[in-house]
């Protein structure tokens, strides 16, 4: 397929909205990323691209076509995987960066890596797969319709193979959902001459899109965190730096092809390993 976006793309603005169950304002950050595999781009390259995406949101939206398939499955194993590396071997930037932020500075003494709850490096991940086609009518019923639909995809139990690739996920995020779009309508998908008309779209992709916008921006919206600490905007700018220093040298990468099998092997052992000693 031919990319509509090249590398990632952010929105030139930062947004300032309210944090969902506050009143706190915080800087919304809207980034485009371009889509996966096409015949422009190398898998080392896409797998960069998408892996740097992952470090550097808190809400990560992997779009998808019809229903969520097990490559996309094992697409957003691999590249959560690259995040992790890259996240592990920058974790002193993390701590001269909290250094920085403390210095001076009575609310943020004793907010480092000291005491934080182990979690998920990385927070939510969600589907969003268009063109969808769900049995349910009313809205209430199709998000239930959604979640039933999500969990059976992360649920698979079929192989081993399946079974590491949930694994690896779930390692990865705190949050793992889907949202489902129906088809937009011929005047707007099928016709090149489409100029943006709303009027064209279809009144049940208007109605989901909006549900899904609601449900993004006022009611799920994450602060951005690293090493279980939220940053600031300020902090940002130097994780950005860093990360991407990292993906252009990709010294400390493995192949592509290689980085899972690897991962899950360490994964394996250290839960053996945990068990033996429990």
């Known amino acids: 397929h031919d990319r509509m976006t ?6 030139s603005k930062h947004f300032v909205v309210t944090r969902p169950g506050s009143n706190e304002k915080i800087a919304l950050l809207v980034l485009d990323t371009q889509g996966l595999y096409d015949l422009q781009t190398s898998d080392q390259l896409t797998t960069s691209i998408f892996g740097l995406s992952t470090l550097i949101s808190s809400y990560l939206v992997f779009n998808v076509s019809l229903q969520i398939q097990e490559d996309n499955m094992k697409s957003l194993a691999l590249f959560a995987e690259y995040a992790r590396v890259a996240l592990h071997a920058n974790k002193h930037t993390t701590r001269a960066v909290v250094a920085d932020a403390s210095a001076g500075s009575d609310e943020s003494k004793g907010n480092d890596d000291e005491g934080v709850a182990e979690e998920a490096p990385f927070q939510t991940v969600e589907f969003l797969v268009r063109d969808s086609r769900l049995r349910a009518k009313t809205l209430p019923e199709k998000l ?15 192989n081993e193979d399946i079974r590491t690739t ?17 088809y937009p309508g011929e005047e707007v998908s099928e016709s ?6 709303v009027n064209q779209i279809r009144p049940l992709f ?8 609601r449900k993004l921006f006022l009611e799920q919206l994450n602060v951005k965190r690293i090493h279980g600490r939220e940053v600031t905007a300020h902090e940002l700018r130097h994780f950005f730096v860093a990360y991407a220093k990292s993906f252009s040298e990709a010294a400390i990468f493995p192949k592509a092809e290689s980085l899972l ?16 000693l429990h």
């Open 261 to 276: 099998i690897a991962t899950a092997t360490a994964n394996n052992r250290s839960f053996a390993d945990n068990g033996l």
């Open 166 to 182: 949930r694994k690896q996920v779930r390692l990865c995020f705190n949050k793992v959902s889907g949202f489902y779009l129906p």
């Open 6 to 11: 090249t590398g990632i793309w952010m929105w």
């Open 144 to 158: 239930a319709e959604m979640k039933t639909q999500v969990a059976k995809v992360m649920d698979a139990d079929v």
């Open 206 to 213: 208007l109605e989901m899109i909006e549900a899904y916008v």
């Open 192 to 197: 090149d001459t489409y100029t943006g008309d």
